[in-house]
């Protein structure tokens, strides 16, 4: 069967034919940069640093992790040789590519395990002060046990994998400026700068109890191992559960469809909920009016990928372009990423169409082998 002939086949039959300490201090910051906005800022019920609600939800920004393994190992962790964006948008809808997704999301395996481990590399894009920019990358580990109660823990493990200049044009700026291993870069809202080291950090590991005893996941509100795998296979009930737990994702208001879809990326990205769900979550976005597709997008990871995306608004009066990019061979999601539209806030200075935060997940799936 072909691509076309394959779309058309997974479309519903009613259709038609027509997401302290040095450490959690380091880990909020990175998360609050991995956004078009400052996440993580809400006073809330505390949620793991290393939780990856990848895929948008400021939450945690939430969301990210998935739905399947995207591959048996991680790969070798590598920034875009120019942070903007020129892939082409293409002539199917992204109803037809959400619901390709879905379809193949929903025949994925199960799996099961003590714990639901996931692997991300996140990469922030910052101004020097040497009028350069450099991608900041972090590898952030993650295992939420599937058992709840007393003495369960979650656990942690962040590394610094450096920071590099970001095109040859910046590598060239920064070797003018002596090739310095410490680089002092603007945060906006920030009365200090920030230094950012050439060479990769060790990792640290920590673990702390489940929020509640149970809870260890932002949808919303704090939802538990046991809501996520409750969650209905159904894209009409899924959405009504979602919305009957909107809070505020983001110190941004964000309206049905802008919710949804960050919510939604994080159930896909990175989230232990069933294979029913992540087809649910796809069929559920294939519904809103506002999303598009972009074909052959590639992520950070070198990975090639069709992205599905949503603007959203981010603070001082800017707009972002959030995307989810999928493995449409597998309905796996593969990275989120946040474009720059009407830079403002945080992409102050970066012009339209810069790619300046990625979250790439590289593996997510159940596993017994427990954090050493």
């Known amino acids: 069967m072909n691509p076309i002939d394959e779309l058309r086949a997974a479309r519903p039959a009613h259709l038609g034919d027509r997401p302290i300490d040095p450490r959690t201090r380091a880990a909020e910051l990175s998360r609050a940069m991995s956004q078009p906005r400052p996440v993580r800022r809400r006073r ?13 939800a400021a939450a945690a920004v939430t969301a990210v992790a998935v739905v399947v393994a995207t591959n048996g190992t991680a790969s070798t962790p590598r920034a875009p040789d120019r942070p903007t964006s020129t892939q082409r948008t293409v002539t199917l809808s992204a109803r037809e590519v959400l619901l390709a997704a879905a379809a193949r999301a929903e025949r994925q395996p199960e799996g099961k395990g003590a714990f639901w ?5 996140r990469r922030t894009l910052f101004a020097a002060k040497g009028g350069y920019r450099v991608l900041n990358q972090q590898r952030d580990e993650g295992w939420t046990p599937s058992a709840t109660g007393p003495g369960q823990k979650q656990w942690g493990r962040l590394q610094s994998l450096g920071a590099r200049p970001a095109t040859e044009e910046d590598r060239q700026a920064w070797e003018r400026a002596g090739s ?6 603007t945060v906006p809202r920030k009365s200090r700068p920030m230094i950012l080291s050439t060479s990769p950090g060790r990792a ?3 673990h702390s109890p489940l929020t509640d ?8 509100r704090n939802v538990s191992v046991k809501e996520l795998r409750e969650l209905p296979g159904d894209p009409d009930q899924l959405k009504k559960r979602l919305l009957a737990w909107k809070g505020h ?15 939604s990326a994080g159930l896909i990205m990175d989230m232990p909920v069933t294979p029913e769900v992540r087809g649910a979550a796809f069929r559920m976005l294939a519904e809103l009016d506002d999303v598009r597709v972009i074909e052959n997008v ?7 990928g069709t992205a599905v995306a949503i603007n959203e608004p981010t603070l001082d009066d800017g707009v972002a372009e959030h995307r989810l990019i999928i493995d449409e061979a597998t309905g796996a999601a593969l990275a989120s990423e946040y474009v720059a539209v009407k830079p403002r806030g945080f992409q102050t200075g970066f ?8 979250i790439a997940v590289t593996k997510a799936g159940w596993t017994d082998d427990k954090p050493m």
């Open 44 to 56: 809330r019920p505390a949620r793991p640093v290393w939780s990856l609600g990848l895929a948008g």
């Open 117 to 121: 481990h996931t692997v991300s590399v």
């Open 180 to 185: 310095p291993a410490s680089i002092e870069v």
């Open 204 to 206: 640290r590991t920590s």
């Open 213 to 220: 005893g149970d809870k260890v996941f932002w949808l919303g």
């Open 249 to 263: 994702a983001t110190d941004v208001p964000m309206v049905g469809d802008g919710w949804l879809f960050v919510v």
């Open 298 to 304: 590639t992520d950070a990871e070198g990975r090639t």
């Open 351 to 358: 012009e339209p169409g810069t790619m300046w935060n990625s």
